[in-house]
């Protein structure tokens, strides 16, 4: 069986989300502030790689998502919502807390989808 280049990135996606998780256990095994340091460094790489290809493959429809429906997000909020009441924190979570994901251009931009067209 012959691998296309959309088969290649969905396996370079699945590395980058595997890469991300085992920096961050090494991360958080870390008794040395600057390996602890050098592993969060690593980490947030992959998560940036691992975004970076998602997009690429969600944005030419070759990584199909579903949206949940907004009745489901309101019950996971109010769930959360009453957990975070319960334990009685007072500061309002943060949406994102790490930023260096953040691609500074919309991976699409890169090239255009008709360079990537299947033959």
Known sequence: MRMTDADRLRDCLCSARELAKLYAEAALEASNNGVREFFLGMHGEETHNQEVL???LHTRGEYPTRAAAPGQI????????????RLGLTDAPSFRRYHTADPTMHPAAAQAPEHFERH
């Open 54 to 56: 998602f997009h690429f």
């Open 74 to 85: 309101a019950e996971v909020r109010r769930r959360y919502a009453e957990q975070y009441r």
